[in-house]
């Protein structure tokens, strides 16, 4: 079994409760608007980490992390992108993906909203963990924490990190 801390939407600033509620992860993923490579710099020296690049992240963070991120882990396979859509309004570079074979899990971010669910067209299951940075509209911080058990997606709680600060 794999356990993953999901998160996107950092914008820049490290929650700090990453060490608290990541603690006995065994990776991290970051989907994107990253920010700043401090933010992944802190991630990578935690634990393994995996990432893509995001609508605001400059030179530095693309030519280190892919728009697309697909990999196989125990038995899921595994898309992540930032920009995605969602459960049929998928974004144009997405659905591309999705055409040349769904994932069992298709992770985004970009819309700053939580949710999860399962997209019966492509059978696969949709994660957004919603931005764990301060900057945008949201109003709470939030990220996912779940398990991977050979092909099975297993153990899901969404990880609230308290009100996006005042700017």
């Known amino acids: 079994m794999t356990t993953i801390g999901l998160l996107s939407d950092t914008h820049g600033d490290f929650p700090e409760q990453v060490y608290t509620y990541f603690a006995n992860v065994d990776e991290i993923w970051h989907a994107g608007d990253i920010g700043s490579l401090e933010v992944?710099?802190?991630?990578?020296?935690?634990?393994?980490?995996?990432?893509?690049?995001?609508?605001?992240?400059?030179?530095?963070?693309?030519?280190?992390?892919?728009?697309?991120?697909?990999?196989?882990?125990?038995?899921?396979?595994?898309?992540?992108?930032?920009?995605?859509?969602?459960?049929?309004?998928?974004?144009?570079?997405?659905?591309?993906?999705?055409?040349e074979g769904a994932p069992k899990l298709f992770i985004c971010g970009h819309s700053h909203i939580l949710l999860v669910q399962h997209d019966k067209r492509y059978n696969m299951l949709w994660m957004n963990p919603g931005a764990c940075g301060n900057k945008g509209f949201h109003k709470m911080r939030t990220m996912l924490r779940f398990a991977i058990d050979g092909d099975r997606i297993v153990n899901l709680e969404a990880i609230e990190l308290g009100k996006r600060a005042e700017l």
């Open 40 to 99: 992944t710099d802190r991630l990578k020296a935690f634990k393994p980490l995996r990432g893509v690049y995001g609508n605001i992240d400059g030179t530095e963070i693309r030519q280190e992390f892919p728009e697309f991120n697909r990999f196989r882990i125990e038995g899921v396979d595994v898309l992540i992108t930032h920009i995605g859509g969602k459960p049929g309004r998928y974004s144009k570079p997405a659905f591309d993906a999705l055409s």
